[in-house]
């Protein structure tokens, strides 16, 4: 079985891609607290560590990463820090730092979002950081080398996040089929693509 990577486990998304994916894969969970591996992906020491405790990979997944969604006039030079920090560079990190110890012809899958395409009031962070990972992703799939390629999953809105901020849940898609489009990477040959998760 494929040694599979999925930072960010032990979140909603995180805990519905490991079930994706767990009778295909051998799965090792990281996250801050409470998995397998212990990491914080705004740290590039922590995320070195992490590598070079596991070895070679054959896959990572990428749902971890903050963005706080602040209204623009009240967005602090800190606010913004956190979101390039967290969701941003700390995936680009997880590529950059994880590519000598992904296995050859391996896969690296990132999460963006929906804001990248729809903003909205208070997305300011958000929209650009989704934007700069998708980015991220079409650029490192044409150099990374070695047949290594690299993803990402858009989310829209989930059910459970909508239900639990006690708002309609029906326009969201499940997390177990957003979960689902992790695992359709995996078993495909796209490279450099952005592969939306909404409903339609």
Same mark, same amino acid.
């Given at each position: 079985?494929?040694?599979?990577?999925?930072?960010?486990?032990?979140?909603?998304?995180?805990?519905?891609?490991?079930?994706?994916?767990?009778?295909?894969?051998?799965?090792?969970?990281? +996250?801050?607290?409470?998995?397998?591996?212990?990491?914080?992906?705004?740290?590039?020491? +922590?995320?070195?560590?992490?590598?070079?405790?596991? %070895?070679?990979?054959?896959?990572?997944?990428?749902?971890?990463?903050?963005?706080?969604?602040?209204?623009?006039?009240?967005?602090?030079?800190?606010?913004?820090?956190?979101?390039?920090?967290?969701?941003?560079?700390?995936?680009?990190?997880?590529?950059?730092?994880?590519?000598?110890?992904?296995?050859?012809?391996?896969?690296?899958?990132?999460?963006?979002?929906?804001?990248?395409?729809?903003?909205?009031?208070?997305?300011?962070?958000?929209?650009?950081?989704?934007?700069?990972?998708?980015?991220?992703?079409?650029?490192? +799939?044409?150099?990374?080398?070695?047949?290594?390629?690299?993803?990402?999953?858009?989310?829209?809105?989930?059910?459970?996040?909508?239900?639990?901020?006690?708002?309609?849940?029906?326009?969201?898609?499940?997390?177990?089929?957003?979960?689902?489009?992790?695992?359709?990477?995996?078993?495909?040959?796209?490279? %450099?693509?952005?592969?939306?998760?909404?409903?339609?």
């Amino acid at each position: 079985m494929k040694k599979v990577l999925v930072v960010g486990a032990t979140g909603l998304l995180g805990r519905h891609a490991v079930a994706a994916i767990a009778d295909s894969a051998d799965v090792v969970t990281a +996250s801050r607290t409470g998995s397998m591996v212990d990491v914080d992906i705004t740290d590039p020491e +922590s995320i070195e560590a992490m590598y070079a405790g596991l %070895g070679s990979v054959d896959a990572v997944i990428c749902v971890a990463g903050m963005v706080p969604f602040v209204q623009w006039k009240e967005a602090t030079g800190e606010d913004w820090a956190i979101g390039v920090a967290s969701k941003l560079m700390g995936q680009v990190n997880l590529v950059r730092i994880g590519a000598p110890f992904m296995a050859d012809d391996g896969c690296f899958t990132l999460t963006t979002g929906v804001l990248a395409q729809h903003p909205m009031p208070g997305s300011s962070i958000a929209t650009t950081v989704n934007c700069a990972i998708e980015g991220f992703v079409r650029s490192a +799939s044409l150099e990374i080398g070695r047949g290594i390629r690299v993803n990402a999953v858009s989310p829209g809105w989930i059910a459970e996040t909508l239900a639990g901020m006690g708002m309609d849940p029906t326009p969201g898609l499940p997390a177990a089929e957003v979960a689902g489009k992790y695992r359709e990477i995996l078993e495909s040959a796209d490279d %450099g693509v952005v592969i939306p998760a909404m409903r339609t």
